[in-house]
Each structure stands twice: as C-alpha cells, then as structure tokens.
C-alpha cells in the first residue's frame, strides 16, 4: 500500500491538465490507482439509463478521477500550492506545509 500526500477533504490545486489552476475538495481518494476525485475538476459526461433516482435518464456530468501527481495541496496560510512534509508524533502522523511550515488539517 503506497502512502499519499492528499486525503480526503483536503483543499488542492490541479497542475496539469485541460483544467490546470482549477482548485477544489477532494471527494474521494482511490489508494491502489493513486487517483482523485476532485470536486468540479475533470468533468465527462456519462449516459444513463432510466432508474428510480432518475427516472428520465439521459446524460449526467460528474467529476473523472485525476492522478495525484497532477494535484498539489493548498497552504492553509497563503493559499497556494505547497509540498508536504511528514512528521510523526508516536502513532499519530502530522502532515507539516513546506511553504509555511504550518500543521495541515
């Protein structure tokens, strides 16, 4: 299990990519595919078939997962992106903005 610098609800910025400086939440993290799923970032457009939730059917846009080398955490101070440092404090693990040297929630 490879160990990644982005969780889920973390406030990151895209670097690459057709939505390059876009920024949103991370919805969702795919560990073993090293993917995200960022929040009005990466959108297709999917055809569905009729169901209870959406009884008319047709075509939906929703967020794509994006590789997490294309993201960057947001330092909670300045507001742009940041690397990420680790420390560890016994079992808990604290991750630590290069840019600000502030504790990222």
């Given at each position: 299990m490879t160990k990644l610098h982005i969780r889920k609800g973390d406030t990151v910025i895209v670097l690459a990519g057709k939505d390059k400086g876009k920024t949103g939440k991370v919805l969702q993290v795919l560990v073993e595919k090293e993917r995200a799923i960022v929040?009005?970032?990466?959108?297709?457009?999917?055809?569905?078939?009729?169901?209870?939730?959406?009884?008319?059917?047709?075509?939906?846009?929703?967020e794509a997962s994006i590789h997490i080398s294309n993201l960057s955490l947001i330092d909670p101070k300045s507001g742009k992106a940041t690397r990420v440092s680790i420390k560890h404090e016994g079992k808990n693990v604290i991750r630590i903005s290069k840019k600000s040297g502030e504790e990222i929630k």
């Amino acid at each position: 299990m490879t160990k990644l610098h982005i969780r889920k609800g973390d406030t990151v910025i895209v670097l690459a990519g057709k939505d390059k400086g876009k920024t949103g939440k991370v919805l969702q993290v795919l560990v073993e595919k090293e993917r995200a799923i960022v929040e009005g970032v990466n959108m297709v457009k999917k055809s569905q078939k009729p169901s209870a939730k959406n009884p008319q059917g047709g075509i939906v846009e929703q967020e794509a997962s994006i590789h997490i080398s294309n993201l960057s955490l947001i330092d909670p101070k300045s507001g742009k992106a940041t690397r990420v440092s680790i420390k560890h404090e016994g079992k808990n693990v604290i991750r630590i903005s290069k840019k600000s040297g502030e504790e990222i929630k």
